[in-house]
Antibody, heavy 118, light 108 residues
């Protein structure tokens, strides 16, 4: 069974960079065939796709966040990461990592609430 | 960007009855449509992909239909554990992947 677990600071100051890591077990992110995804959910609101990391190193971003987002991976540690720069209170959300097959999000982490506040 | 619109925002149904949830895309997404269920404090769970294919372990009372711009999720006989928020998501035209705003299914 594939399992994903988000980790990282739960509190980030405005204008700083939000950094999260997703550790994967039960699958290898370097094995190909899947997109490794970040999705966020503002409190009580919609799901917003942030982007995909593909094992080749290709990345795909939501145009609304593209200027501030960087996705990367460390295949030796079987984990992938999200960096979101210049955060504001509007970036306060639950951040999920997930494994996607052709856009279908089959497995999700439990999510982590990140609050942007001074 | 493909905008996904779900209706109704809230649906009140009695246990044992049928629930029908709708999702509309602003342009054709063919059959590249998924449905997710989310319970409070949990991550979304994949129910349906390809508009009508149940994901592994999903009970047969969940069914999806539609193609193009109009889609439906039907739960044939509601169980207590089915009361949750349901989201549709298109993966035909991306980036970006886009989700609907959700339908809250509540006990009547």
């Amino acid at each position: 069974q594939v399992q994903l677990q988000e980790s990282g600071p739960r509190l980030v100051k405005p204008s700083q960079t939000l950094s999260l890591t997703c550790t994967v077990s039960g699958d290898s992110i370097g094995s190909g065939g899947y997109y490794w995804s970040w999705i966020r959910q503002h409190p009580g609101k919609d799901l917003e796709w942030i982007g995909y990391f593909y094992f080749t190193g290709s990345t795909f971003y939501n145009p609304s966040l593209q200027s501030r987002v960087t996705l990367s991976a460390d295949t030796s540690k079987n984990r992938f990461s999200l960096k979101l720069s210049s955060v504001t209170a509007a970036d306060t959300a639950v951040y999920y990592c997930a494994r996607a097959r052709a856009g279908i999000h089959e497995f999700w982490g439990q999510g982590t609430l990140v609050t942007v506040s001074s | 960007e493909v905008v996904m619109t779900q209706s109704p925002a809230t649906l009140s149904v009695s246990p044992g009855e049928r629930a029908t949830l709708s999702c509309r895309a602003s342009q054709s997404v063919r059959s590249n449509l998924a449905w997710y269920q989310q319970k409070p404090g949990q991550a979304p769970r994949l129910l349906i992909y390809g508009a009508s294919t149940r994901a592994t372990g999903i009970p047969a009372r969940f069914s999806g239909s539609g193609s193009g711009t109009e889609f439906t999720l039907t739960i044939s006989s509601l169980q207590s554990e089915d009361f949750a928020v349901y989201y549709c998501q298109q993966y035909n035209n991306w980036p970006p992947i886009t989700f609907g705003q959700g339908t809250r299914l509540e006990i009547k």
